[in-house]
Antibody, heavy 119, light 110 residues
Framework: EVQLVESGGGLVQPGGSLRLSCAAS????????MTWVRQAPGKGLEWVAN????????YYVDSVKGRFTISRDNAKNSLYLQMNSLRAEDTALYYC????????????WGQGTLVTVSS | QSALTQPASVSGSPGQSITISCTET?????????VSWYQHHPGKAPKLVVY???KRPSGVPDRFSGSKSAYSASLTISGLQAEDEAIYYC??????????FGGGTKLTVL
């Protein structure tokens, strides 16, 4: 059974940093693109970042470029999102998801981890 | 990055059919047949119901169908059931391995 479990969320002050993790199981992690998607309170889904199987290619939504870094450790079956220079508008529930044969095919999702940026 | 426009809400009675539209505002986005749809019940993880415009993942009932024409995609749910009440998001390829979601449509089953 495919499982994705996010962790690392919490309360952080504006300008601070946080590292999210996503532990994957039930599939060959290194064979799939992975992605982060977020949902701000009362808002819709927003794609945040993608990473290729071996980590050589990474893509970001404009609003997080230069502040967030997506990475992965295939030996540990884990996906990460390093978030720096956090802003109030980054407050959201962050989901990790497994990407299928096409980049818009997000086949499996975790339950999310909540990030709150507030002083 | 481009935007996808969805109606804020739609409604229908049990057994009826509804269609949710998703209009792409960028010509770059419209040139790809990479549109998916997600069902999101509050408090749960989003669920893929249609991918690559019209394909259904295993386990998704054939009451869910997708289509696309020019710069607009659609999700149709036939034989509405109470459990279909949720928020539905379209999702499209936006070029350079990036993805964009629509604003979401709240489906109410009357």
């Amino acid at each position: 059974e495919v499982q994705l479990v996010e962790s690392g969320g919490g309360l952080v002050q504006p300008g601070g940093s946080l590292r999210l993790s996503c532990a994957a199981s039930g599939f060959t992690f290194g064979s799939y693109w992975m992605t982060w998607v977020r949902q701000a309170p009362g808002k819709g889904l927003e794609w945040v970042a993608n990473i290729k199987q071996e980590g050589s290619e990474k893509y970001y939504v404009d609003s997080v470029k230069g502040r967030f870094t997506i990475s992965r450790d295939n030996a540990k079956n884990s996906l990460y999102l390093q978030m720096n220079s956090l802003r109030a508008e980054d407050t959201a529930l962050y989901y990790c998801a497994r990407v299928g044969t096409t980049v818009t095919r997000l086949e499996y999702w975790g339950q999310g981890t909540l990030v709150t940026v507030s002083s | 990055q481009s935007a996808l426009t969805q109606p804020a809400s739609v409604s229908g009675s049990p057994g009826q059919s509804i269609t949710i539209s998703c209009t792409e505002t960028s010509s770059d986005v419209g040139s790809y047949n990479l549109v998916s749809w997600y069902q999101h019940h509050p408090g749960k993880a989003p669920k893929l119901v249609v991918y690559d415009v019209s394909k259904r993942p295993s386990g998704v009932p054939d009451r869910f169908s997708g289509s696309k024409s020019a710069y607009s995609a659609s999700l149709t749910i036939s034989g509405l059931q109470a459990e279909d009440e949720a928020i539905y998001y379209c999702c499209s390829y936006a070029g350079s391995s990036t993805v964009v979601f629509g604003g979401g449509t709240k489906l109410t089953v009357l």
